[in-house]
C-alpha cells in the first residue's frame, strides 16, 4: 500500500513537473517571438539588446525595394499590441471593484485616518511585483533564457522596492496602526499575490494590464490628494524614511525602476544619469507625497511598455498611452 501510495505521488511530481517546465517554455517561446520583432523599433534598446544589434547588423546592399521593405515593416512594428477585450474588460471591473471598495471603506477626510487608506492601497498594489519576480526566478530555474531577462527582473525588484518605501513612509504616519486594516491589507495581498502569480503564468501581459490600472488609480489618488489637501500636508514633517529613501541612499535602485525616459534625445549612456532621474529636496510631507505620485506614473510607463511592446522602455515618455482593447471584429 505504502509502496503504491509513493509510487502515486512521483507521478503526480513527475507531471506536474513536465507540466510547469512545459508552460513556461511555451510561454518564452511566445515572448521571444514577439519581442524579437520589437528589439528592432525600440528607440531605447537596453544592454543586451544593443550587443544583439551590433553582432547581427548586415553589410549588405540595400536595394529601394529592400528599404520599403524595412519601412513598412517597422511601420508594422510601431502599432503597439492591443488586449483582448474580454481580458481588458475583466481586469477593469475586478481593479475598479476592489478600488471602489477601499474608496467606500477608506474616504478622504484630509486628516490622519487617510493615512490608513494609503497603507491598505500600498500593501496590495505592491504585490504584483514580487509575484512577477517570483515567476521569473521559477521560469529561470526551469532554465528559462531570454536576452533582457535580467534587466526585468532588476526591475521588478527595484519597483517592488519602490513601493516597499512607499508603504513604509506610511505605516511611519501611523497608516498601519489600527489592526482590523492591517489584516483587511494583509489578506487581500495574499489571495492577490496568488491571483497574479496565476495570471502571470498564463498571461504575461494580462498581468502587467493589472497593474497598469492599479498605477493609474495610484496617480489619481495621489493627485488629487495633494490638490486638495495641499495646507494638511505642508504642515507635516518629512518622515525619516523618507529622507532615507529619496535623498540619502544609492540612488541605484531608485533609478532602475525609471525605465522610460522623458527624452528619446538624450544619448544612450546619460539616460541612466539624467534624464529620469529625480534627486528630490524634501521639506514637507507634501514634497513626499509628489515624489510617491510621480513613482507611481513612472511604473504606469514602464507597464503600459510591457503590456504594448513586451519591453520596459519601447516608447518614450510623451508616447506612452494607456493600453487598449482590440477593436472588436464587426467594428
Ligand atoms: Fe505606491
Ligand atoms: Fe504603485
Redesign the pocket.
Known amino acids: 500500500m505504502m509502496i503504491r501510495l509513493t509510487h502515486l505521488a512521483t507521478i503526480s511530481l513527475c507531471s506536474f513537473s513536465a507540466f510547469t517546465v512545459e508552460s513556461f517554455h511555451v510561454g518564452s517561446t511566445f515572448r521571444l517571438s514577439k519581442g524579437a520583432s520589437l528589439y528592432a523599433k525600440s528607440p531605447l534598446p537596453d544592454a543586451a539588446s544593443k550587443e544583439e544589434t551590433a553582432v547581427v547588423e548586415p553589410k549588405l546592399d540595400v536595394t529601394p525595394a529592400a528599404e520599403a521593405v524595412s519601412t513598412i515593416a517597422e511601420a508594422i512594428e510601431a502599432i503597439p499590441e492591443t488586449m483582448d477585450e474580454g481580458v481588458f474588460k475583466f481586469n477593469k471591473h475586478l481593479i475598479d471593484t476592489v478600488y471602489d471598495v477601499i474608496c467606500f471603506l477608506y474616504p478622504v477626510k484630509g486628516n490622519e485616518r487617510d493615512f490608513a487608506r494609503f497603507f491598505v492601497l ?1 500593501t496590495v ?2 504585490v504584483p511585483y514580487f509575484a512577477y519576480l517570483s515567476c521569473l526566478h521559477l521560469q529561470e530555474t526551469f532554465g528559462v533564457r531570454y536576452p533582457n531577462m535580467s534587466d526585468r527582473m532588476r526591475t521588478h525588484y527595484a519597483e517592488a522596492d ?2 516597499l518605501h ?1 508603504l513604509l513612509i506610511q505605516e511611519s504616519l501611523g497608516g498601519n496602526s489600527n489592526p482590523v486594516d492591517r489584516v483587511l491589507a494583509q489578506t487581500m495581498a495574499f489571495f492577490y499575490y496568488w491571483y497574479v502569480i496565476a495570471i502571470y503564468t498564463w498571461n504575461e501581459a494580462a498581468a502587467y494590464h493589472l ?1 497598469e490600472l ?2 493609474d488609480h ?1 496617480f489619481d489618488t495621489y493627485s488629487n490628494f495633494l490638490k486638495n489637501h495641499e495646507d494638511f500636508l505642508k504642515s507635516k514633517p518629512v518622515p525619516d524614511i523618507a529622507r532615507k529613501y529619496y535623498e540619502e541612499e544609492n540612488p541605484f535602485l531608485f533609478d532602475l525602476y525609471c525605465t522610460v525616459k522623458d527624452d528619446p534625445e538624450c544619448p544612450l549612456d546619460e539616460q541612466s544619469s539624467v534624464c529620469s532621474s529625480r534627486r528630490p529636496n524634501l521639506e514637507t510631507l507634501y514634497d513626499v507625497f509628489v515624489c510617491i505620485r510621480d ?2 506614473k513612472e ?1 504606469w510607463k514602464t507597464l503600459c511598455n510591457l503590456v504594448q511592446f513586451n519591453e520596459m522602455n519601447a516608447v518614450s515618455a510623451k508616447d506612452v498611452k494607456s493600453t487598449v482593447p482590440a477593436p472588436s471584429e464587426s467594428a
Open positions: 500600498e498594489a505592491r519602490n513601493e512607499h497593474s492599479i498605477e495610484a513613482d507611481e511604473h
